[in-house]
């Protein structure tokens, strides 16, 4: 067993003596916890909804003379050949939502200024169901017309019911009555939880792709410069891959570890600041992060044993894809599958999904965060992953031993396993 904790130790060190690793975490963890505290250092009510004094408020004159100069054309013209809408104060009040309007003397004079692009835009009003719109340059997306139409249609509604005598006051309060209702929610919230387990998904898909190409490429880079050799005569061979895949998994949990707790730290001293208004990503339900951290590290350990294997399948490191490609193309799968169905957490699938060692480290989390899961279900799902592990770690280690003094082309996954039935 101290064989084991000096392959650990050994492995460990090599992580924290890595400089990339080191900065990366470092940097991440500054630069979440930083940027936790914006809302205290720059104004972001337009996000937030809560006005802070920015420590560039000096900026505040300039600011408000640009607005000033951007003023000059921030306006529409409008031209209409009756006086149905009345005065420029009328057709103010009437467009308030669409922007600031000005009378053009013509509606020549109307488009020879949209032209100049001295106005905004310009509508030409025939009645209130007829317009003509002229813009100089047609945005991809442009709400004006649509925010436009939107108040000739009240408008016109309004003056259909007058002409028939109708109260429009209380015809309007009628036909637009809105149903009030409250929404007890007795379970769990899925439209809250959303967020947060996307991230998680996509988190726990990332580290296992690469950490587990970094398992199996250290691997291979022991047989290639034959290293190897020196090893397995000094120490057990399933001692040399247990201590690479635990190392692994404990410099994932630190570094993990380390980013979210930035975050989450730096988002729950600063809640007020921001509003609430990141909750749906960073307030995280503590039996989400719990099941996570349980599914999450035995998802990790799963596939590191995996790429630890496919590691001594060969003997360079660009042969790694060769052999790696159906794991990663199963690791997609499961990805994909527990993405579309985030919405369905009690679905067939994700009930499947949450049993099955290869996908249940991210869709177990997910029905804990967003479904109804009882408390069996969840621990037979955590022990049927951790025996799996068990079984592929000592399969993994077979795989191992066998493959670390073969050299030459990749072997096959099918003939490792028959020359590992034959040993037995």
């Known amino acids: 067993m101290n064989k084991l904790f000096n392959v650990i130790d050994f492995e460990l060190k090599s992580y924290t003596k890595n400089k990339s690793f080191v900065i990366t975490t470092i940097v991440m963890v500054v630069l979440l916890f930083a940027a936790s505290f914006l809302p205290r250092i720059i104004d972001m009510s337009s996000i937030t909804g809560v006005k802070t004094e920015s420590i560039f408020s000096g900026s505040d004159d300039k600011e408000e003379e640009d ?9 529409y013209l409008y031209y209409s050949e009756n ?24 509606k020549e004079d109307m488009i020879k200024s949209v032209e100049g692009q001295e106005a905004k835009g310009g509508f030409y009003i025939k009645d209130d169901m007829h317009y003509e719109y002229y813009v100089f340059n047609a945005e991809m997306y442009d709400d004006t017309q649509m925010m436009f139409e939107s108040v000739l249609t009240q408008l016109h509604k309004q003056n259909y019911l007058i002409a028939h005598g109708m109260d429009v006051t209380e015809f309007v309060a009628e036909y637009e009555a809105i149903p009030e209702g409250d929404v007890n929610v007795l ?13 998680l998904v996509i988190l726990i898909f990332m580290l296992i792709i690469m950490y587990g190409v970094m398992i199996a490429t250290s691997v291979t880079n022991e047989k290639s410069n034959r290293s190897i050799e020196v090893l397995v005569t000094s120490i057990d061979a399933k001692y040399l891959l247990f201590g690479k895949v635990i190392a692994g998994t404990l410099a994932v949990v ?20 921001w509003n609430g208004r ?7 339900p503590s039996d989400v992060i719990i099941s996570f951290a349980v599914f999450g590290v035995g998802g990790f350990l799963f596939y590191a044993f995996v790429y630890g294997a496919v590691g001594a399948l060969v003997s360079k490191t660009e042969d790694i894809n060769k052999v790696a490609g159906t794991v990663q193309m199963i690791i997609m799968i499961v990805y994909f599958v527990v993405l579309i169905n985030l919405s369905k957490p009690d679905g067939m699938i994700m009930k499947v999904c949450s049993i099955l060692p290869v996908s249940s480290y991210s869709a177990m989390f997910v029905r804990i965060a967003m479904g109804k899961v009882a408390m069996p279900e969840v621990i037979i799902s955590a022990v049927i992953l951790y025996v799996s592990i068990i079984f592929i770690g000592w399969l993994a280690a077979k795989i191992y031993r066998m493959g670390t003094l073969r050299y030459g082309n990749p072997i096959k996954f099918r003939n490792a396993l028959k020359y590992i039935k034959e040993r037995e």
């Open 67 to 75: 607005d000033s100069e951007n003023e000059e054309n921030d306006y």
């Open 83 to 106: 006086d149905d809408f009345g005065t420029e104060e009328n057709i103010n009040a009437l467009f308030a939502e669409v922007g600031i309007f000005k009378k053009a003397a013509s």
């Open 187 to 199: 379970g769990k919230d899925a439209s809250e939880n959303f967020w947060y387990c996307y991230g």
């Open 254 to 273: 630190v570094q993990a570890g380390a980013i979210m707790a930035a975050a989450l730290v730096g988002y729950g001293i600063n809640h007020d600041a």
């Open 278 to 284: 990141l909750d749906m990503i960073l307030n995280i």
